[in-house]
């Protein structure tokens, strides 16, 4: 699993960039991940939501799903992707040959994004006590001010004043309740290290992209 940076360019559909050169990059990727055994791609026009899909290994090349924010996959040679600038990309594995990517911005988080994913493992007969979690780049709690109806939403009770949200702790609140074996968090903060990342508090229209691959 993965995480591009700005040094890599937007894989933003939807940014400033000409059509072409962001498709270059995706075309790119997928040549990148065919050279290691990986013959599926899987990424999704996101809306913030709490929609997970499983993927199977039906098809081939790379496939663009419609208003969904997760994916998981029991089927080796699938790449499971999601375009990030400041919410956050978490990757779920477990050792037995599963994976997931989620779109965890502070709606999918308060919407339960993580438990939808989590679950989606234990139906698919994969423990989620056995599965490793990790949260990668995201806006930090330092950064990310937001206003009352937003905390109202994540943490279930009124709110009457803006504070300052730290999305990373919130969902790792939610994994522990899932007993998973491994959580991780990465150190950066898309906003405070904007010279390496796009963030969209900072202006950026440019996304960075979250990848996970089942060999």
């Excluded at 700005?6 to 894989?11: E, N, P, Q, V």
């Excluded at 898309?190 to 990848?211: E, I, K, M, P, Y």
């Amino acid at each position: 699993a993965f995480t591009t940076g700005r040094l890599a360019g937007t894989f933003g559909l939807g940014s400033d960039e000409p059509s072409g050169a962001v498709t270059w990059r995706w075309d790119v990727l997928q040549e990148s991940l065919e050279r290691a055994g990986i013959l599926r791609l899987c990424s999704a026009a996101q809306v913030h939501g709490a929609t997970v899909v499983r993927h199977e290994d039906t098809w081939r090349g790379w496939l663009r799903v419609r208003g969904v924010d997760g994916h998981f996959t029991a089927s080796r040679g699938t790449a499971l992707a999601v375009t990030v600038a400041d919410c956050t990309p978490v990757f779920i594995a477990h050792p037995a040959g599963a994976i997931a990517a989620l779109h965890a911005g502070w709606r999918g988080t308060a919407a339960g994004i993580l438990g939808v994913g989590m679950s989606m493992f234990e139906r698919a007969g994969f423990p989620a006590d056995e599965c490793t979690v990790h949260l990668g780049p995201s806006i930090c709690g330092r950064c990310y001010e937001v206003g009352p109806e937003v905390l109202t939403a994540v943490f279930g009770s009124p709110e009457t004043a803006k504070a300052l949200l730290d999305v990373h702790d919130v969902l790792a609140n939610q994994a522990a309740r899932f007993r998973v074996s491994s959580l991780t968090k990465s150190e950066f903060c898309t906003r405070c290290d904007n010279a390496h990342f796009f963030s969209h508090r900072a202006g950026d229209t440019g996304r960075q992209l979250g990848v996970i691959a089942l060999q």
